[in-house]
């Protein structure tokens, strides 16, 4: 099966609204990122971490690598924040991605 | 929003042609990746690179070369392209390596297709 499982596939909030993603792992990790893909098909980086947690303006993201997940929590939405989320876990020589989760804000 | 342009973003070629692609990132980073995309949604490292030091993938074929003309810039080229090297081959760059805690940036990715 997938190593890393992201969820949900598919999410629509409503502006001022806020919700978490999910990524769960199925070994340990050394390390997680956090990607939104953009409009051009660019992956702009939102967070690193090893572990603990990081907070960037409406995003906040947690990793627990003996729980093997990882979260990303966005608070007060804003129709900019469409897009397509993913996550990758850091494995030796690999990058290992999840499915996306696809974020629809509406008005 | 990118600082990381790949060229050509598309390129169709035949089994045994030479194919090159370009990288330039302007974040002012020290060092450099290539990865490649499996079909199952896998980044393989295939290099990294710094102005000191060349990290090798040593299952990554002998037709596959990294060049870099400074700090900004990592090519990759292919010798002789095979069927199995059709793939999105991506580009990253960050401060430091990739165990030092930082990110990676990323291009577009190029998809390459042999035929």
């Known amino acids: 099966g997938d190593q890393v499982e992201q969820s949900p596939s598919a999410l629509s909030l409503h502006e001022g609204t806020g919700s978490a993603l999910r990524c769960n792992f199925t070994?340990?990790?050394?390390?997680v990122q956090w990607f939104r893909k953009n409009s051009r098909g660019s992956l702009i980086n939102l967070f690193y971490l090893a572990s603990g947690t990081k907070e960037n303006g409406r995003l906040k993201s947690a990793f627990d690598s003996k729980e093997r997940y990882s979260t990303l929590h966005i608070r007060d939405a804003q129709l900019e924040d469409s897009g397509t989320y993913f996550c990758a876990v850091d494995s030796n020589y690999q990058l290992i991605w999840g499915s996306g989760t696809k974020l629809i804000i509406k008005p | 929003e990118t600082a990381v342009f790949q060229t050509p973003n598309y390129h169709v070629t035949q089994v045994g042609n030479e194919v090159s692609f370009n990288c330039k990132q302007t974040l002012g980073h020290d060092t450099m990746y290539w990865y490649k995309q499996d079909s199952k949604k896998l980044l393989k490292i295939m290099f990294s690179y710094n102005n000191k030091q060349l990290i090798v993938n040593e299952t990554v074929p002998r037709r596959f070369s990294p060049q870099s003309s400074d700090k900004a810039h990592l090519n990759l080229r292919i010798k002789s392209v095979e069927p199995e090297d059709s793939a999105v081959y991506l580009c990253?760059?960050?401060?430091?390596?990739?165990?030092?805690?930082?990110?990676?940036?990323f291009g577009e990715g190029s998809r390459l297709i042999v035929v």
């Open positions: 990253a760059s960050s401060y430091g390596g990739r165990y030092s805690g930082n990110t990676l940036y």
């Open positions: 070994t340990t990790m050394r390390a």
